[in-house]
């Protein structure tokens, strides 16, 4: 005979065990009626696992601790699997806890502690090897149960304590990330004992990024996935069930449901979400994820418009506003701008001290001011449009388009912005983004019908070399990657044959000195960059590299390497 | 025969080994021509210690490694210790090096991985515990000597191993806080041999904070500091010295050098900085900072003037600017107010729409506006004034007063800058800092001529509770610290008895339902200004709790523990 085990993928709200015991009550009923002998829960799913500095509160550990109790309560007749810290003499751990018949009988730490990327355990948390396995009698047959907490999965150590185990209990609160989707598949296929791997869902941040648990909780047998819950961000209580999962919308619903759940646990007021509607590609997106996620009538879009802003973009936002059903309010800036020209004269001073670039960034200044001033009024909250390429090269005015209580595109490239908006016009059916908007790549050609611009200045366009650009700034941010090695296959000639190699040839940049001058543009503006990012809205992290918690920075200037001092001097005498 | 052993208390720059490390070859020449058996330089002195994720590039690595050669081939005749990472198959450590006769002869990888405040450790390094002792040679006498890297001083079982030794050479590079002035001193005074420790001078960052090093090297006999070398944050090689600390300007020394160090280190180029002087106490202390770090030609005062600011806080920035000799505009900013008021209109919000407190703000983040265009103009930099009371708070508004690129104050109370300006007067030997903004104590009333106000309406001042507010926001952003603990206290009569009695009694806060009004009003406002505090620039460091860094939070709301309710209730009913 064997086990019926369910799956409780829960929605874990940070720093609210009230709501996250509740709901895993409820589903512990519900197995009950089911017939279920264990249900099993995420990873740290009483009080979430970013709680920051909040961990150091000897007061909040102790009501995390108290929920156990609760929780065990609940164990008559059904054995429950869950995640919370254990403690002992101050020294903190994170754990699995079975209970049964009303008692907690089995408790296990997590061994490997998570430090990179968006993880701080170390700070918080101590590592503890133990055994791992509790028994379970059913029909006078005893199962062997294994508990592994987070990524002790991926230690093998851990694992080889396992292997006479009939289950294990996999139980993880995972960050997604494009990168990682398939990483725990290859890893479980080694794996024999019948796997439950119960993963959180929902949102969760850090500070600096929100971070997204697609759930995805899933059954294996011999390392084959047969089972797969919800992927879509979304709770669900399940003993076996079968997802239809369309990968091909993954990303705009994890950006829709980070929008979501930021409004709803952050927020909490329902608020108008306020955003400038420009016409162009990054505002576009951003306003139909909005409304995805909140409804037409949450959104309030905003033209700002200056002298500089073509009739073209004036008509996709007003257009796209339709399209969507949300209000846009149309007015101009050039008034405060003239004023704020005075201002300087009053200040002393003149017209020649005041160039283009002066005038672009007031102007993105003034935006920033109404776009508070709106919010303030509409008791509103300001959505915030740039993408990672802006965000890592600095392509933004600090206090003005850079603003906002959330950034949803900042860890998404432009090239990743043009596939996302094709997604989002088939789901609404029709041409939601502009299609003039985004480029046509044909063999040897890139063509815009209107390319992307600030509209600061007449015929500005924005200066990155997309696709090429994309691809580099994904490599730079990568913490695995060296520029080195970049500029070594350019020197051996293996990057122009790789797939990147047609839009480096495309900006001609397969000529080195031209090469080197782009890649040192890009390397200078992304460090100097830093002090804007400093001051920037919270990023929905969907990459192991976004800006933020998981790819930290200082400010300063660096020391050139040997090696890429020598790199350069080849490549410029190709 | 004793050994000669210099102190090598290096300036660290992070990211520029090929300075550092130059700086080193200057002072082991010296110690030659001295006579010096071995000189010793801090922890992680050849690269820096806070480089973020720049750890994770092998390729920094190995320009790291690469230096370790060229320190070794200066030990001709002399013994040289540094510290600096190793690396065995991609595992790297926190290490202290040892070199003789141009070779490497001893490596003490550190076994404390430090993990709280603003460490990170354990994100890039890994611990090791090993051996901790090397003999020197001199006269034919041996001479047993340990190196002990950083916090493993406060390791027991590290400490134990090194009993045996005649000379303990102690590295650091440890940020200065107010909080740890003494720790060291305490924990040497058990220890037997004759300890060197040596520590980094200067500043580094961490993305959200600047971290100050004092320097403070010193030597011990017996447990007893025989010799200290500088310590207002500045580099100085010596035998040995007696430097005179005369503790009252350690914060001022402190905010000065940060100030000189990101300029110089950060900005590079000798810009100007820019500063809003509303003549108030914060912009006035700041402005003497800047002028004590850079000289009044490299500060550039503004003044500026809403309808609401009164001609005594005018007066007061322009006397503040003729005493300290720094250029101030004067101007207003109500043509761009009014220009900002009118286009609301345009986008159909009336008057009624708009109450004080939105003019209000947007009348700060006008001034945000022009100060980073007057900043943009003069090629400058702009210095933010705000204090850890306002930032705790959220008493700013974003993208107007919250702006910068460092904030000097944001780790100090107001209370905390009382102190100061009177220490910045004694300085200058005359009035800079208007006496009339400090607060007169007597010992029934709180005396001000002119009380805190962000002059932004008629008649407005500050909210907070001056003295208690400053306590009550150290404890609350001390990891130590639980809330509920202070609720106990008030409860059990003892707070009323300590020294914050006095002003809790003065507020009437000894008023039960005043003191929880007043506690949860501080409690919201500290939770909701974290999202203001995401977006605000770096602070400098001076306690363990500074924002940033150091004291890390997560968005979102908390449920109140069991016991928070209890005492709460306990308290309403007294």
Known sequence: MTLKIALGQLLVESGHPSVNVQKMKNMIAQAKEDGVDIIVFPQMCVGGYFLADKWYSSEWRKELLFYNEE???????????????YEENNIVFD??????????????PKQNLQQTGVYNDGRYLTSQASNCAFVFEKDRQQHILGIVVGDDLYNDKVMERLVACDYILH?????????????????????????????????????KNIVMFDGKSCVY?????????????????????YYDHSKKY???????????????????????????????????????????????????????????????????????????????????????????????????YNDEQMPTLVHENIQARIRGNVLSTFSQIENGVIM?????IEVALGYATLYGDSIGAMSPLGDLTKVQLFELSRQINMKFEKEIIPERLLPVVTENELLWEMAPSAELK????????????????SKLTDSKCNVEDIMESYLDGSLLQSEVGRWIKHYHLDEPKAFIDDLEWVLRQMRIA????????PIVMVTNSAYGSNHLEIQGTWDVTRRYQELKEKILAM
């Not at 725990?184 to 850090?206: H, I, W």
């Open 221 to 241: 047998e011999k390392g084959i996935r047969v089972c797969t819950l919800r992927d879509d961000f979304a709770e669900e209580y399940a003993v076996c069930d």
């Open 384 to 388: 915030n449009n740039g993408n990672k």
């Open 71 to 85: 929780i065990a309560g609940c164990s008559d007749g059904i054995g429950v699997v869950w995640g919370n810290i």
């Open 458 to 473: 007449d015929n500005q366009y924005d200066p990155m070399k997309w696709f090429y650009h994309d691809w580099l700034i």
């Open 250 to 348: 993954k990303l705009l619903n994890c950006l829709v449901r980070a929008i979501q759940e930021f409004d709803r646990q952050i927020m909490g007021y329902n608020p108008k979400w306020i955003i400038g509607l420009s016409g162009g590609l990054d505002s576009s997106v951003t306003a139909a994820l909005l409304t995805m996620a909140l409804g037409s009538e949450r959104v309030c879009g905003y033209n700002l418009a200056t002298k500089y802003n073509s009739q073209k973009t004036k008509d996709n936002a007003q257009n796209e506003a339709d399209a969507l059903g949300i209000k846009i309010r149309n007015g101009y800036i050039s008034d405060i701008h003239k004023a704020t020209t005075e201002t300087m004269h009053i200040y002393g």
């Open 95 to 108: 754990a699995g806890y079975y209970a049964h018949n009303q008692e907690i009988t089995y408790i296990q």
């Open 171 to 207: 139980i993880e609160s995972k960050p997604w990330t494009l990168d990682d989707e398939n990483k725990k598949d290859e890893r479980v296929a080694t794996l024999l004992p019948k796997v439950y791997s119960v993963n959180a869902a929902g949102m969760q941040n850090t500070g």
């Open 530 to 537: 830093i002090f804007k990012r400093i001051q920037m809205p």
